[in-house]
């Protein structure tokens, strides 16, 4: 069996600073010593580019209940 890293993140792969120095460094090590290393964000990369815009209300909300739903869904 193979070793499993399931790493629960706020935002995309690749976008964030805090999490590149917190964990997203480690990946490549991770993967080369052997485990499955697998990302679940919170926020979708098409949220990520609105989020801090003004406007994009619908877009917002929509993407914070989907947010929630696929965490819910990787919990469970």
């Known amino acids: 069996m193979k070793k499993k890293i399931l790493v629960i993140c706020p935002f995309p792969v690749g976008v964030a600073a805090g999490q590149r120095f917190k964990y997203e460094q480690y990946f490549d ?23 801090y815009k003004k406007g994009y209300l619908f877009y917002k909300i929509y993407g914070t209940f989907y947010g929630y739903w696929l965490r819910c869904k990787t919990l469970l």
């Open 29 to 51: 090590e991770w993967q080369d010593e052997g485990y499955d290393v697998t990302v679940s964000s919170f926020m979708s990369k098409k949220m990520w580019s609105v989020v």
